[in-house]
Nanobody, 125 residues
């Protein structure tokens, strides 16, 4: 069964940090660019960050630039999203998605082949 599984979400105070993981099973991530998306209640899903299949190219939404870092360990078949200096407006369900190919094509959801089930991130005091 091909799937992506996110983990690492939770409740954190403003200014805190979390590291999300996106682990693949049933297929190798070596040939996939990976994107992180988030969706807050009542809002559309938005792209947060993406990383090329080799890890050599990354992209960040302006809202998270300088605070979030995406990385990957292909040996572990896992992609990470380190989130620092978290703000209440970062509260959302975070999803990872895999797009076959080397480079991220952007943050158009239908371009991605596989999606995880999501992990909740809540930033609140």
């Amino acid at each position: 069964q091909l799937q992506l599984v996110e983990s690492g979400g939770g409740l954190v105070q403003p200014g805190g940090s979390l590291r999300l993981s996106c682990a693949a099973s049933g297929f190798t991530l070596d040939y996939y660019a990976i994107g992180w998306f988030r969706q807050a209640p009542g809002k559309e899903r938005e792209g947060v960050s993406c990383i090329s299949s080799s890890g050599g190219n990354t992209n960040y939404a302006d809202s998270v630039k300088g605070r979030f870092t995406i990385s990957r360990d292909n040996a572990k078949n896992t992609v990470y999203l380190q989130m620092n200096s978290l703000k209440p407006e970062d509260t959302a369900v975070y999803y990872c998605a895999a797009e076959r190919g080397h480079y991220c094509s952007g943050y158009v959801p239908y371009a991605y082949d596989y999606w995880g089930q999501g992990t909740q991130v809540t930033v609140s005091s």
